[in-house]
C-alpha cells in the first residue's frame, strides 16, 4: 500500500516557513526605520562638534565653565541628553544615570584607569576629553525616548508586524482549506435536498492535495448513488410496464369471458376489482417512484381554498356512497406556490383515507385557514388545513409511521382498498412544497390530519 505524500502538510509548512521569513525581514525593516525615525536627532548630535566645543570649554574654563556651559549654553536638542562623566561615573551636573545605563556606561564608556607607565588604552563608547589638570571626562550622549529595550513606537512596530505576517497566513491557510470545505458542504446539502446532480466544481477536485481526493472520491460515491437510484427507477417502470401488459389482457379476456357467459357475473366483478386494484397498485408505486426522483415540482400559483372546494365536489359522491358527508371551512385567498396536481393529488388521499375509516352518519370536517405569521394574505406565513374523521383512528405508537410505506398500524385496521402508499406519497408531496404533515388523535375518538405549507407571498 503506498502511503500518498501529506501535500497539506508541505503546504501548512511552506506557509508557516514563509511567516516566519516575512516576520523576521518585515520586523527588522521596522525596527531600523523607527529606530532612525526616533534616533535621528540623538545621531545628529554625537555626529556634530559640541564634543569639540565641551573640550574646548573644558581647556579654557576648566570644570566649572565646563558646567555653566552645559546648563546654559549648550545647543541639545530635546530628545536628547548630554551627559560628562567624570573618571568615578559621576555627572558633573550632579544627574543620575537611567539605571539601566549604570553598569553599561561603567564598563564601556568610563571603563577601567590606565596602568602608569602601559602604552595600552582601551577602546571607549565615547568620545574623552581632558581638562587642564588632566583630569579625564566621557562626553556622553543618550537617546532621550529610547531604551536598551527600544520605545513604545519599536515594541508596537514589533507588534503590528507580527499581526501583519499572521493575519496573511491565516488568510492563506483559511483559502487553502475554507474554499474546498465550502464547496463540499454545499454539495452535500444538496443532495441531500435531493439533487442528484450536486457535484463538488473540477476546481477542487483537480487540487492534488488531501482535500482535492476528498472532493473526487464525493462526485464518485454521488455518482454511484445516483445511478443506483435511476437504475432503481428504471427497473420500476419497466416492472410496471411489464405488469399492465399482461393485466390490460387479462382485463380483456375477463370482458370477452363475461360476454359469452363463460363466467359468473360476481365472477367477473370480482375479478374486476382485483384488475383494478392491482392497477392502483401500480400507478401509487410509479407515482411514488416519481415523487423519490429529484425533480423539482412545477411552481405556479395555488388557491387551496379553490382547490379543496373542487375536491370536496368530486369526492362528494364517494362520500354519500360511504355514509359520511364532507364539511369545509376555508379562508379566503390561501395562495401557495407549487404544484396543482401534485398538491391535489396529496388533499385526495389524505381525504379518501378520512372517507374509507369514517362511520356511517359522521362528518369529515376540513378547516382550512392562515397560521401564525400570516394574519392577512398579504403577508407570507403558513397555510395550515386540518382534515379530520371520526373513525377509529390509529394508536398513539403510529401516528408517525403511518406516513411510511406499507405502514400496518397496531390495531390490524386494514382497508382492503388500500394500497399502502398513500399516506407515503402525501407526505413527499408536501415536504417538496417545503410543509409538513403530521397525524394526532381527534378527541372523542377519530383521526386529524395536519398539513402545513408556506403562503405565497402576495404583496
Not at 526616533?38 to 559640541?50: A, C, G, H, P, V
Not at 388523535?441 to 407571498?457: E, P, S, Y
Request: net charge negative; glycine share 8%; proline share 5%.
Amino acid at each position: 500500500m503506498r502511503i500518498p505524500t501529506p501535500q497539506l502538510y508541505m503546504r501548512m509548512v511552506l506557509h508557516i516557513g514563509a511567516a516566519l521569513v516575512a516576520f523576521v525581514l518585515i520586523g527588522a525593516l521596522s525596527l531600523v526605520l523607527i529606530a532612525a525615525w526616533e534616533l535621528r536627532d540623538y545621531i545628529e548630535t554625537r555626529q556634530s562638534s559640541l564634543g569639540e566645543e565641551a573640550a574646548a570649554v573644558l581647556a579654557a574654563r576648566g570644570e566649572t565653565g565646563l558646567r555653566n556651559w552645559l546648563e546654559t549654553d549648550a545647543r541639545i536638542p530635546s530628545d536628547a541628553t548630554v551627559y560628562i562623566l567624570n573618571e568615578s561615573s559621576e555627572d558633573i551636573l550632579g544627574r543620575q544615570l537611567p539605571g539601566q545605563y549604570v553598569e553599561f556606561v561603567k564598563n564601556s564608556v568610563i571603563g577601567p584607569q590606565m596602568k602608569p607607565g602601559s602604552n595600552y588604552q582601551p577602546v571607549r563608547l565615547a568620545p574623552q576629553i581632558t581638562g587642564p589638570d588632566g583630569q579625564r571626562y566621557a562626553f556622553l550622549v543618550l537617546p532621550e525616548s529610547i531604551s536598551l529595550w527600544g520605545s513604545a513606537a519599536t515594541i508596537i512596530g514589533v507588534l503590528l508586524a507580527a499581526l501583519l505576517v499572521v493575519a496573511t497566513v491565516a488568510w492563506l491557510i483559511a483559502r487553502t482549506f475554507s474554499r474546498p470545505i465550502s464547496e463540499l458542504q454545499l454539495a452535500v446539502e444538496e443532495l441531500t435536498s435531493g439533487d442528484a446532480h450536486a457535484r463538488v466544481p473540477d476546481s477542487i477536485t483537480e487540487r492534488g492535495d488531501e482535500l482535492g481526493a476528498l472532493a473526487a472520491g464525493f462526485n464518485l460515491m454521488a455518482d454511484k448513488l445516483t445511478g443506483l437510484i435511476e437504475g432503481r427507477e428504471s427497473l420500476l417502470r419497466e416492472m410496471s410496464h411489464e405488469l399492465r401488459s399482461p393485466l390490460a389482457r387479462l382485463h380483456a379476456a375477463v370482458a370477452l369471458a363475461g360476454q359469452r357467459n363463460s363466467l359468473s357475473s360476481m365472477e367477473c366483478e370480482r375479478i374486476e376489482q382485483e384488475i383494478n386494484r392491482m392497477n392502483r397498485v401500480i400507478g401509487e408505486i410509479l407515482s411514488y417512484s416519481s415523487l423519490d426522483a429529484a425533480v423539482a415540482p412545477k411552481r405556479r400559483l395555488v388557491r387551496v381554498d379553490r382547490l379543496l372546494a373542487s375536491l370536496v365536489a368530486v369526492e362528494e359522491i364517494e362520500a354519500t356512497n360511504s355514509g359520511c358527508r364532507i364539511e369545509l371551512q376555508a379562508d379566503t385567498d390561501l395562495a401557495v406556490a407549487g404544484d396543482p396536481e401534485l398538491l391535489n393529488s396529496a388533499f385526495e388521499n389524505i381525504l379518501r383515507n378520512a372517507i374509507r375509516y369514517a362511520p356511517k352518519n359522521t362528518v369529515v370536517d376540513i378547516v382550512a385557514r392562515h397560521g401564525p405569521g400570516s394574519a392577512d394574505s398579504a403577508r407570507a406565513g403558513n397555510i395550515v388545513v386540518d382534515i379530520c374523521d371520526r373513525g377509529p383512528g390509529v394508536p398513539g405508537r403510529d401516528l408517525e409511521r403511518i406516513f411510511e410505506p406499507y405502514a400496518r398500524v397496531s390495531t390490524g385496521n386494514h382497508s382492503p382498498d388500500s394500497t399502502g402508499l398513500g399516506l407515503a406519497i402525501v407526505k413527499r408531496v408536501i415536504e417538496q412544497h417545503g410543509g409538513s404533515v403530521r397525524a394526532h388523535l381527534r378527541k372523542g375518538g377519530g383521526l386529524i390530519v395536519t398539513v402545513q405549507l408556506l403562503a405565497a407571498d402576495l404583496s
